[in-house]
């Protein structure tokens, strides 16, 4: 099927208009016509190669929904006219431990991302979200419940499960002290999975104007990071700390706001790796921990929570040709909380 989208043709570039073929449908696979598709800073990240080499051309992209238009002869899971979501992978090998346990984010031998790789078993470029068309087994692929607003609900496919898992596995709950380190598309998203789950939410970020949105998303204080001692009221007071920043930090102040038993999951990823000191880890027996994503059954149980609960992201809805200015504010911490790209002006 020609699909037209935005790639990314070489490291460091623009996006720029690019038209491909998407695969044929097999039996197992649905098509279907995206709607929306989300911007994650790891699709800049990997636009830009700071996480290493990639592949080329690029179209990045995995916060995918739209409404199924084709069926593979032996899909049962799917009918025409649903609502659906994709998210950043699209297969793995489903014969390992992780696979069978619903873990499929963490495949043994490593799960088919949405782009910046090959389909599964295939020479075949994977092509991401920033398009008009996609193919995917119904396997890979989860129901969105209908009374959610669609371009809100895109961001919910990355920026949703991955701090939706994390506070789960940590058990946010009613006495919990839950921190969340960077208000952007990850940050918002954990703040109100957090509050929703009723855990008293601190959000911790450098950017003092965003206090009055934190608070309407539930966060029950603010903490400007860019003030020198701002961790110092704060020793020993989170249970839980989820840091979904993007850039290159140092830790230890933050280390030292976790309770005794605490855990910092690293949720942000970038380029350089992280210093600490074994004094502060000893001190109070903290953790640092990580979290990637979320598995096919994790990624429907939080869009179906999501149904229950009205949540979604806060989107600024684009076309295709601001992509490269919507990068920009991105990485200026200039979004709200998230761009979504209107895939009809691909
Ligand atoms: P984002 O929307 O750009 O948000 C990142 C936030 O980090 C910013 O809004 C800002 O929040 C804070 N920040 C940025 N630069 C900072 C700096 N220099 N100092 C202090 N804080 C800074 O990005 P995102 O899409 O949420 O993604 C966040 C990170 O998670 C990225 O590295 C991404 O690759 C990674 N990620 C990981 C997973 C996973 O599975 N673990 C999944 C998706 C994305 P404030 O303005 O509030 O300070
Ligand atoms: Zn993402
Ligand atoms: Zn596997």
Known sequence: MKTKGYAVLQAKADLVPFEFERRKLGGYDIGFEIQYSGICHSDIHQARE??????????????????????????????????VGVGVFIDSCRQCENCKGGLQQYC???????????????????????????????NYAVKVPNNLDLSAVAPLLCAGITLYSPLRHWQAQPGKRVAVMGLGGLGHMGVKFAAALGAEVTVLSHSKAKESDAKRM?????????????HKGLQKNFDLIL??????LDLESYLSTLKTNGTLV??????????????????GRRSIS???????????????????????SDVEVI???????????TVASDVRYRFVIDAKSF
Request: charged content about 20%; aromatic content about 12%; overall charge negative.
């Open 50 to 83: 700071e996480w290493g080499a990639a592949l080329f051309p690029m179209v990045p992209g995995h916060e995918i929904v739209g409404v199924v238009t084709a069926i593979g002869a032996k899909v049962s899971k799917f009918s025409m006219g649903d609502r």
């Open 266 to 283: 690293v949720i942000g990823l970038p380029g350089k790796p992280y210093s600490v000191n074994a004094g502060t880890l000893l001190n």
């Open 108 to 138: 043994l031998e490593g799960m088919t991302g949405t782009y910046n790789g090959y389909e599964r078993n295939s020479e075949q470029i994977a092509f991401g979200g920033y398009s008009n068309y996609f193919v995917i087994d119904e």
């Open 290 to 312: 990580g979290s990637m994503i979320g598995g096919i059954p994790e990624l429907q149980e939080m869009l179906d929570f999501c149904g229950e609960h009205n949540i979604v």
């Open 319 to 329: 076309t295709a040709d601001y992509i490269n200015k919507a990068y920009e504010r």
């Open 243 to 248: 840091n979904t920043v993007s850039a290159d």
């Open 218 to 230: 539930g966060a029950s204080a603010f903490v400007d990071t860019k003030s020198p001692d701002w």
